[in-house]
């Protein structure tokens, strides 16, 4: 089981943003810039790429409904979207509020206190829909 089934089974706690009967968006705990989520299938697959296109296609709608929300919480000039899974393999979706190229470099981090991952959380949470 990945350590993102165990957030969405809620074994491992998270900062949600949304949620739907398919899929989970909760921040990630290691950002490259505030508001940095992740969507992620609640079906386990490792690669992106082997969803099937149905799948592929509803996690990116998902996705775009998440970063509307994102763009309206956080202050940034546009969110950038960023596929990896070297460290999880269970796909998810890197939206990240960007300014800077750096903000899509996964060498920047951002510290946050866990006050402010709630505050930022709630804020997506409150304009997703
Ligand atoms: P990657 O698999 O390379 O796309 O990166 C995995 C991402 O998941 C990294 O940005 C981590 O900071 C993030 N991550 C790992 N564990 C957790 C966790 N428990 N909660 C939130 N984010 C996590």
Redesign the pocket.
Known sequence: MS?FTK?INGE?P?YKVAENDKFFA?L???PNAKGHT?VVPKKEENKIFDLSKEEYLELMDFSYSVAKALKKAVPCKRIGMSV?????PHV?V?LIPTSIMADMQFTKKEKLTNDEFIEIANTIAAHFN
Request: hydrophobic content about 55%; charged content about 10%.
């Open positions: 350590i957030i491992i998270s909760f990630d705990i290691n992740l990896v899974g070297l460290e999880v998810h890197h």
